[in-house]
């Protein structure tokens, strides 16, 4: 089942998750919108032909949906009288913390089998260097700002893009160097107005007459990106400030290579590790090898933001 936010490749690991089944001989069976699904029994059994020519779609054909039900005893017993009436004997998780929370609670209460796959753009999992939807999202993020920039150097304005990022600044981070932007600004560092202010006076000076800000939707230098916007055009009132919130964009569109190679190998490692017994484990990515963390540290870990792109984003926004 897929659950809590969606994100690109969520569908290219359904289908390697009901591929490798079939391949050991297993049936598989689809749980539409997550823990509300599995609370009441609405299941599809899938084969192979099932997921065909979904690879390359983005969104989750099972969809997704947050349980308020599923928070409580009652909602959780009433899902797990589902799982055994339909003979099922394992669980394979494709979401977030929130969706792993759950799990790991279901499987303290139950002793059910539950194998979790990192999918959600924030990339914000420990226990993997990419999470699904991770490099799709930047590549989606790159591709508005290099089209925000073109309008920007035309006109000689200031932009504030807003990306997503509600905890974490991976996306504001990678993509703001990918970009050029001349500020980031993210959640984990606190750049503060004072410095962000006088950064870009240093940049106007150097001749710099329009700038790209990046800045991930958590962080807290502002209340908001549009008091950025204010408070820069108050004190420097030669730019013109604009401001594009990129929102919900970031989560859609059709995965990258890396995302749906990515999807194949996590779907694969998720499913053995059940045929072998194993649960209460997430699959990752760690040193281009699919390794297996147990899932309550995958959800209690912190995934460190890597302070050398911060050096290099000073550099660059010389």
Do not use: W
Not at 226 to 246: C, G, I, K, Q, W
């Amino acid at each position: 089942m897929t659950s809590g936010g969606d994100a690109p490749g969520m569908n290219a690991a359904i289908r390697s998750v009901v591929r490798t089944c079939a391949y050991y001989d297993r049936e598989c069976v689809g749980i539409y919108r997550g823990y509300q699904g599995l609370i009441e029994a609405d299941f599809i059994t899938l084969g192979p032909r099932n997921v065909k020519n979904i690879i390359n779609k983005g969104g989750t054909i099972l969809k997704s949906a947050r349980s308020k039900e599923f928070r409580t005893k009652e909602g959780r017993e009433k899902a797990y009288n589902s799982l055994k009436k339909e003979g099922i004997d394992g669980l394979v998780v494709i979401g977030g913390d929130g969706s792993f929370t759950g799990g790991v609670v279901f499987n303290q209460e139950y002793n059910f089998p539950v194998i979790g796959i990192p999918g959600t753009i924030d990339n914000d999992i420990y226990g993997t260097t990419h999470t699904l939807g991770y490099d799709t999202a930047l590549n989606t993020t790159i591709e508005a700002i290099d089209k925000i920039r073109d309008t920007a150097s035309s006109h000689n304005r200031l932009f504030f893009v807003e990306v997503m990022g509600r905890d974490a600044g991976f996306i504001a981070l990678n993509a703001g160097i990918g970009a050029g932007a001349e500020e980031i600004l993210i959640p984990e560092e606190d750049l503060g107005l004072e410095r962000m202010l006088e950064s870009l006076k240093r940049s106007r000076r150097k001749g710099k007459l329009s700038s790209i800000v990046v800045v991930a939707e958590g962080e807290k230098t502002g209340k908001s990106i549009f008091e950025l916007a204010d408070y820069v055009e108050t004190n420097m009132p030669d730019y013109e400030v604009r401001v594009s919130v990129l929102g919900h964009m970031q989560r859609g569109g059709s995965p990258s290579c890396f995302d749906r190679v990515l999807a194949c190998r996590m779907g694969v490692k998720a499913v053995e590790l059940l045929l072998e017994g194993k649960t209460n484990l997430m699959v990752g990515l760690i040193n281009n090898e699919i390794e297996a963390t147990d899932l309550e540290k995958a959800i209690k870990g912190h995934h460190e933001i890597n302070r050398e792109l911060l050096r290099v984003s000073d550099i660059m926004s010389i």
